[in-house]
């Protein structure tokens, strides 16, 4: 089968991600004798100064670890709560029925950074400074501007020149955005990162207490005292056409921190994949599996339009539940273990049938009711016409002047994936922090996340804004075991509410199809918008199924006649995935998305 790349092999270790300079920084952490641990770490980081319009130090974080001594996998939680003085109530006193996409309202604690350094501290093996050092250049000397980049600052330029003036200063340096083919700086940034590290070196004891100094210097040091005071003295525009001050304090940072849990996980295959729980979209994934493992998925082609349709109706009833059930297990009740059972899926499968249903159908567990109004989501369609959230992308920021802005300036999100030569395996998505959703605090030179967006300002809701609770994120990466508990795949993509959907399809085709990872990246994809967007302004769009151009008129009026309301994208539009697995015998493997023309994997 056609393959835009090779799938790369070797013996040494492997590393795939969404730029090709945090793959090669990764891999440089495994030749200096790094395990994927401190490698990952090493790449997030740079990840953070070459995708700044993708993620950022003040973002969040899902990382799954696999630790191939004690064969243990585990996840690391880097998403940070609301704060404690965010409220529905308050929400209400502002006149707000949706928290708003950009700003300063919907900041949460930053999450990523404390993730990073947890799992340094307790799986990495290299001091601080080593780890940033690739990242600590790339900001203060420059990166290479990508197209994407420049698109992205010049679609926000009105909004940082109106009402943005400290991301002004930073991201146009010469009064425009900076061009393509440039090197674009952030000196601020390398700066705070460098006195992280001072900090670090003037600490004594041991590497532990080390970063244990940095640690406690970002949430209770200088770090947060600058969060703190922009967010007490600074009012910024949102999308909601109103300025707005931040709920987010230094003592909510101060209060807060990164913590190891246990994966959720359903079997299919073979194969035991491997999820973040409910705060996250991961479950989606694992009840989709389950959904379409009573079918012969083996029989029907991966390429035929019956296998888009099979796929497109079981995430609808998954994605439904999500609505339905999801939110943070720390404060609610949430039926996972009903959800991926067989009694529940198999009476869940009957309502897949020949034709494609439009409708809004959440499961019942037990005496579960919950209700919602999945007709005002389909309303706020016309809000997405000229907000912020754009066919399940990240957020953005409002620019009113600009009818391309849409096109131009919606996010994404980064992902890594790394495996040592000893088998230890390492898959996160990190996000947040876009410069483009919040004004960047100048002291430290990178913005604050907006993951509040993503909850709900009703009391129904699982996933309703609830002081110190997490945002339902759709940060998702996926692990996957052997039978036999052994690490064989880490992978995962961008994507916002099609991340989980994408890495359905490439695992289903390497499980049921057989294909090769490069080959399973590389084959026409698809997405559905059916269900609420998890971004501002949460819209739904009944039946939408996005194709990519690739599929044929024959596909598409097989789809078009089951009553599926489709659009088709581009030839190459579907999919950031990246991949990296564990062949056995000391062999490993790597793939990347050739989408985009940035993601890269490396394998020797």
């Not at 050092?133 to 290479?144: C, H, K, L, R, V």
């Not at 692990?479 to 994408?502: F, I, K």
């Amino acid at each position: 089968m056609f393959t835009t790349r090779p799938e790369l092999e070797g013996t040494f270790g492997a590393v795939a991600s969404t730029h090709w300079i945090a793959s090669q920084a990764a891999m440089r952490i495994l030749e200096l004798g790094g395990n994927a641990f401190d490698a990952a770490c090493a790449g997030a980081f740079v990840l953070q100064v070459v995708e700044p319009h993708l993620n950022g130090p003040a973002g969040d974080v899902a990382i799954i670890v696999y630790d191939a001594k004690s064969r243990k996998t585990r996840v690391l939680c880097g998403q940070g709560p609301v704060p404690e003085q965010a409220s529905r109530d308050e929400f209400e006193k502002l006149g707000l029925d949706l928290v708003p996409g950009t700003g300063l309202l919907a900041a949460v604690v930053p999450g990523a950074f404390d993730a990073w350094m947890l799992l340094l501290r307790d799986h990495g093996t290299l001091p601080v400074a080593t780890i940033f050092e690739t990242a600590i250049g790339y900001a203060e000397n420059g990166i290479p501007v990508l197209p994407r980049l420049t698109e992205t600052i010049a679609a926000a330029q009105t909004i940082f020149e109106r009402h943005w003036p400290t991301s002004k200063g930073l991201y146009l340096p010469n009064g425009g955005p900076p061009p393509a083919g440039s090197l674009f700086a952030n000196k601020k940034l390398a700066a705070t990162w460098q006195r992280l590290v001072d900090e670090a070196g003037a600490v004594g004891g041991s590497r532990e207490t080390k970063i244990d100094a940095v640690r406690k210097a970002w949430s209770q040091g200088f770090v947060a005292s600058a969060v703190d005071e922009f967010c007490r003295e600074q009012s910024q525009m949102d999308v909601s056409g109103k300025p707005h001050k931040a709920f987010l304090r230094g003592k909510d940072m101060a209060g807060w921190s990164a913590h190891f849990e246990d994966p959720i996980s359903y079997d299919y295959g073979g194969h035991r994949v491997m999820k973040c729980g409910p705060w996250s979209q991961g479950p989606v994934m694992l009840q989709s599996l389950a959904l379409l493992s009573g079918f012969d998925i083996a029989a029907i082609p991966s390429g035929h339009p019956e296998f888009v349709h099979r796929v497109v109706e079981a995430m609808k009833l998954a994605f439904a539940d999500r609505e339905a059930y999801y939110g943070d297990p720390d404060f609610n009740d949430v039926p996972i273990r009903e959800m991926l059972s067989d009694e529940y899926n198999a009476a869940r499968r009957s309502l897949i049938g020949e034709q494609a249903s439009n409708e809004w159908r959440p499961g019942a567990i037990g005496s579960t009711n919950l209700e919602f109004d999945y007709d005002a989501a389909r309303k706020r369609q016309r809000d997405a016409g000229l907000l912020a959230a754009y066919g399940g992308g990240e957020p953005t920021v409002l620019d009113f002047s600009d009818e391309q802005y849409l096109e131009k300036a919606v996010g994404d999100t980064s992902h890594i994936d790394v495996i040592d030569k000893d088998g230890n395996m390492i898959t996160a998505t990190p996000s947040g922090g876009w410069l483009q959703s919040s004004p960047a605090i100048p002291e430290l030179g990178f913005p604050l996340g907006t993951r509040a967006q993503m909850t709900w300002l009703d009391a129904g809701s699982p996933s309703s804004l609830q002081p110190g609770a997490r945002p339902r994120t759709t940060l998702t990466p996926t692990l996957v075991l052997r039978d036999d508990e052994s690490g064989y795949l880490a992978c995962g993509t961008p994507g916002g509410d099609q991340q989980d959907q994408w890495q359905l399809i490439f695992l289903l085709r390497l499980f049921d199809h057989g294909m090769g990872l490069q080959q399973a990246i590389d084959a026409p994809s698809f997405h559905s918008e059916h269900w609420p967007n998890s971004f501002y302004p949460r819209q739904a769009c009944p039946g939408k199924l996005v194709l990519e151009g690739r599929y044929g008129a024959e596909a598409q009026n097989y789809l078009k006649e089951k009553g599926h309301d489709l659009h088709l994208g581009g030839d190459w539009s579907e999919g950031r995935l990246s991949a990296v697995c564990n062949h056995g015998a000391g062999k490993f493997g790597a793939a990347a998305n050739p989408r985009g023309m940035q993601g890269y994997a490396v394998c020797r």
